[in-house]
């Protein structure tokens, strides 16, 4: 799976995804929650989740609502390395799935 395809996939599953290329790499991103346009500047108060390449061929999901490591979803291991970017954007789509259910019912 490409990156392109991953967000296209992603997408094709209702959630916005995107590139972003910056030090974490070419990493893909899936917003969470709904935005809040303020300003002319779209934010996303319930955070970001990205997919991001590491050096030895695996992927990682980082949730950047934390900035500790911690997952807002119980039993969702955020240290796992994906061995490839197929299996780590599943993990991120169950993850930002879960999260965005949680919001809907606080």
């Known amino acids: 799976m490409t ?9 094709s599953v209702g959630l916005n995804a995107s590139a972003r290329d910056w030090v974490m790499g070419e990493t893909v991103l899936i917003t969470v929650g709904q935005p ?3 300003r002319d500047i779209t934010v996303y108060p319930e955070g970001v989740v990205y997919v991001c390449p590491e050096a030895d061929g695996r992927w ?15 039993g969702f291991d955020l240290t796992h390395r994906h061995a490839d970017l197929f299996a780590a954007v599943h993990a991120a789509r169950d993850y ?3 999260v965005e259910a949680g919001l809907k019912v606080d």
Do not use: H, K, T, Y
């Open 60 to 74: 990682i999901v980082i949730d950047c609502f934390w900035q500790d490591g911690r997952s807002r979803v119980a």
């Open 36 to 38: 809040d346009n303020a």
């Open 3 to 11: 990156r392109s395809e991953a967000i296209e996939w992603l997408r």
């Open 96 to 98: 930002v799935m879960r």
